[in-house]
Nanobody, 113 residues
């Protein structure tokens, strides 16, 4: 297992969660990293990305609410999610951008209204 995501859970609308992902391999520190999410019947979408130089980019749907960060020394990437909405409910995954590591199991986020 190379990618391990954690930190998901059940939260009320307006709440916060912090997701973590660790890469047991050696790809993270040298690549653009991203958080993706997927809901049943839909394609996986990229919601946030961060370069090696810490420049970030966000999907319009999460801009101003989510914040991505990384720790190259720990081969880790994080996603702080604030002001969560029911439409943020999904399984969240981390990977490089574009993705070339086998997907992990993801972490489920459920936002209740």
């Amino acid at each position: 297992v190379q990618l391990v995501e954690s930190g998901g859970g059940l939260v009320q609308a307006g709440g916060s969660l912090r997701l973590s992902c660790v890469d047991s391999g050696s790809f993270f520190s040298s690549n653009v990293l991203g958080w993706y999410r997927q809901t049943p019947g839909k394609q996986r979408e990229l919601v946030a990305s961060i370069t090696r130089g810490y420049s970030t980019n966000y999907a319009d749907s999460v801009k101003g609410r989510f914040a991505i960060s990384r720790d190259n020394a720990k081969n880790a990437v994080f996603l702080q999610m604030n002001s969560l909405k029911p439409e943020d409910t999904a399984v969240y995954y981390c990977n490089t951008v574009p993705e070339f590591i086998d997907w992990g199991q993801g972490t489920q986020v459920i936002v209740s209204s």
